[in-house]
């Protein structure tokens, strides 16, 4: 094993006092009555008492202590001490007495020693959270809660919480929250799913289809003036060239290019094609029942920005079957990573979901739903809906799976 310079050195020193002191222990002057010399005599370590000292022709002896009494030290002493601690009220024994250590007292869970009374640990009010958890020694501390963050509650253990992020849920921010209450959230007429979800798989899948592999020159341009219906606006297609990589452009655009045509024929007729595939991806989750813990598992087994825990416990609570909440989660890890492909993501998960012990069944039921997005089926059919929306102008532009 290599260690650094520091580390080693650090390492050394301790070795060679722990190897110090157990063949040199300690020593004591002792004068020797039958000698009349002064002796270097050897202490007793702990848990012992000095039966004997040290003679010219004999070492230190050295006797156990008896129940209910210590040493904690190398000493000389021909006595141990009494193990007279006793627990008061509200305490409970954290070590119990041996024969190097006295009976150690704690106060009990929530409370906190202060001259020699149990007191329960402080409550931080609405609007202050716990900045540091009290401790058996220590009271807690509370802070108010900074600017966008919230505690609602009375709570010695409650830190201040974030407020919620309406629009990474699909959601309309309603009343914005203060110190005490959180962001009061509404639904979106335009959420695609009823756990407010930004991008289904099936729709993520559909858009980034229409990626070509090779960009022709003005791609995006040639795009927007080609897709039906309302228009792009060109101050929205310069934001998402400077915020977007050149392969995810075309994937925001189409998501724009969507919402502002929802009630378009061809857009109608997308959409219901997607709700189809929808329909299947949910039969392959359907049978999926994970707890929180593996659930937290699945996100922090995806590359990237991590989904918090936070946002874990709400989406568990707003949507009902593990399926709408592993899409609803995904949702949200795409959110947070921006160019990032979630399907890419979810195949990097699954080869790392070993280690967390995850249920094969799941395993295998999202093994299923990437497969059924990639397959070639699913692949020509959007490559044809997308042909038919851009119009006879850009067919001949070779699409093709990334």
């Known amino acids: 094993m290599n260690l650094p310079c520091c580390a080693a050195q650090q390492f050394l020193d301790i070795s060679i006092k722990w190897t110090t002191q157990e063949i040199f222990p300690p020593k004591y002057l002792h004068y020797d009555p039958d000698t009349s010399r002064q002796l270097m005599c050897d202490k007793c370590p702990p848990g012992t008492y000095l039966k004997q000292h040290c003679t010219a022709r004999r070492k230190t002896v050295c006797a156990p202590c008896p129940d209910n009494y210590y040493t904690n030290t190398w000493h000389t002493s021909d006595e141990c001490l009494y193990c007279n601690t006793v627990c008061k009220e509200l305490q409970y024994v954290k070590q119990e007495c041996n024969r190097t250590h006295n009976r150690v007292c704690e106060c009990e869970e929530g409370r906190y020693l202060e001259l020699e009374f149990c007191l329960k640990h402080r409550s931080c009010p609405p609007g202050f959270g716990v900045l540091q958890a009290g401790t058996p020694e220590r009271n807690t501390v509370c802070k108010r809660c900074p600017d966008g963050f919230f505690s609602n509650e009375t709570s010695s253990k409650a830190p201040c919480r974030k407020h919620t992020n309406c629009s990474a849920f699909g959601l309309l921010l309603t009343q914005k929250g203060n110190a005490t209450h959180d962001n009061i959230c509404s639904g979106n007429s335009d959420s695609t799913h009823r756990c407010g979800i930004d991008v289904t798989l099936c729709e993520e899948a559909f858009f980034?289809?229409?990626?070509?592999?090779?960009?022709?020159?003005?791609?995006?341009?040639?795009?927007?003036?080609n897709l039906p219906g309302t228009k792009v606006n060109a101050e929205s297609v310069e934001r998402i060239k400077r915020r977007h990589s050149s392969q995810e452009q075309t994937f925001q655009l189409l998501k724009l290019w969507k919402h502002q045509n929802k009630d378009q024929d061809m857009v109608k007729k997308i959409i219901q094609d997607i709700d189809l595939c929808e329909n299947s991806v949910q039969r392959h989750l359907g049978h999926t029942n994970?707890?929180?813990?593996?659930?937290?598992?699945?996100?922090?087994?995806l590359p990237g920005k991590k989904v918090t825990t936070e946002d874990i416990e709400k989406?568990?609570?707003?949507?009902?079957?593990?399926?709408?909440q592993i899409l609803k989660l995904l949702s949200l890890w795409r959110v947070k990573n921006g160019d990032q492909d979630t399907l890419k993501g979810l195949m990097h998960a699954?080869?790392?979901?070993?280690?967390?012990?995850?249920?094969?069944t799941v395993s295998q039921s999202l093994k299923k739903t990437i497969r059924f997005l990639h397959s070639f089926t699913m692949y020509?059919?959007?490559?044809?809906?997308?042909?038919?929306?851009?119009?006879?102008?850009v067919q001949s532009v070779k699409i093709s799976c990334l």
């Open 208 to 225: 980034r289809f229409a990626v070509p592999t090779k960009f022709t020159p003005n791609w995006l341009s040639v795009l927007v003036d």
């Open 315 to 324: 989406t568990t609570k707003a949507c009902t079957s593990s399926g709408e």
């Open 350 to 360: 699954l080869k790392h979901l070993k280690t967390y012990h995850f249920p094969k």
């Open 290 to 301: 994970l707890t929180s813990e593996q659930l937290r598992s699945l996100m922090e087994s």
């Open 380 to 393: 020509r059919l959007y490559q044809k809906l997308f042909l038919e929306m851009i119009g006879n102008q």
